[in-house]
């Protein structure tokens, strides 16, 4: 238990670590660029520069970018993530906690049905090894992997969208459907506009799943035990589900891995479907140089990203007791 104790701890610390930095990444990358948000202000309202000068010290925009920071660090240590610039200066935490569900959404959704599928055709395939299909199904998955996510959503808009008009164009919803409240047509409307951005997700991280699935299963049933298993007369059927229990686990590690690469991978699937998430909103806070948006998203982002990986971690840890907690 101690040791246990010492791990998470250890864990807990790298991953505070991570966020520090990715917090400080955040806020410099956009500053190195020229100009600021003020800038596009003055341009689109016809500022004077005395105007302008007076909004960047209200912004806190003035002085060199360590006050700057020392500045945004102060406010974010009281809870507060600053107005955004791009949304009619309402307060970040509200602009977020709009797009937030619906990043959740497509994510969870995603990631649930991307394991599923990939589990089940790693352990089915690991049976067909070396077989017509299974050689097809492969070449299928390293087309995917060879695929950018940001052309496999754009083939699936034209294709589903614009010349079959299956699917909406954009957005999460329409304006007639959310006038009925929550009812059986809002859902059905919500689920048609989230079709293919989740499709575009579950595609693009199934290979990773499917892989790893079936590369642990190919493995572990030529493992000694598996014989002594077959030997004592148990059925295949069962023996499969013992492997399938062991294989799994290192999913549960890809999964963690790979959860950045699907959350950037729903960044441009939701800027491509203007659905509007996370990654829309932060399109258009980089277009605009809405810094205090931009910051408080790359934040989300990695706090996201590191918990999952640290939850994998110690999932892994205790799942696998030939794990060492180091």
């Known amino acids: 238990m101690r040791i246990a104790s010492k791990y998470i701890a250890r864990r807990i610390l790298n991953s505070i670590i991570i966020i520090f930095l990715t917090l400080i990444i955040a806020f410099v990358i956009p500053r190195l660029s020229p100009g600021d948000p003020v800038d596009i202000m003055q341009q689109t309202y016809g500022l004077s520069n ?24 102060s406010y974010l240590l009281r809870g507060d993530l600053g107005r955004s610039y791009s949304y009619n200066m309402r307060p970040v935490s509200e602009v977020i906690l709009t797009a937030l569900p619906w990043s959740l959404f497509l994510l969870g959704v995603a990631i ?51 010349k079959l008009n299956l699917f909406p164009l954009s957005h999460a919803y329409t304006y007639e459907s959310i006038q009925k409240g929550f009812s059986i047509e809002f859902i059905i409307d919500v689920l048609r506009h989230s079709a293919l951005p989740i ?97 408080a998203i790359f934040l989300m982002l990695s706090i996201t990203i590191v918990m999952a990986n640290l939850i994998a971690d110690i999932l892994y840890a205790f799942l696998d007791p030939r794990v060492e907690l180091r």
């Open 50 to 73: 005395e105007e302008a000068e007076a909004i960047r010290e209200r912004l806190g925009l003035k002085g060199n970018i360590l006050e700057q920071f020392i500045t945004y660090m």
């Open 199 to 295: 499709i575009t997700l579950v595609i693009i991280g199934l290979p990773s799943t499917f892989y790893t699935m079936k590369n642990n299963m190919i493995l572990l049933l030529n493992e000694d035990f598996v014989y002594v298993l077959r030997a004592v007369g148990i059925r295949e059927s069962r023996v499969t589900r013992i492997v399938a229990r062991n294989a799994i686990l290192p999913v549960v590690t890809s999964t963690a891995i790979s959860f950045g690469y699907t959350v950037v991978g729903a960044v441009v699937a939701e800027t491509i479907f203007s659905y509007p998430g996370m990654g829309y909103v932060l399109t258009n806070a980089l277009l605009n140089k809405d810094y205090p948006l931009i910051q």
């Open 112 to 162: 649930t049905i991307r394991v599923l599928i990939g589990v089940l055709l790693g352990i089915y395939f690991a049976r067909k090894q070396g077989s017509l299909l299974d050689t097809s199904v492969s070449g299928i998955m390293s087309l995917i992997l060879a695929t950018p996510y940001f052309l496999l959503a754009l083939i699936f808009l034209y294709v589903f969208s614009v």
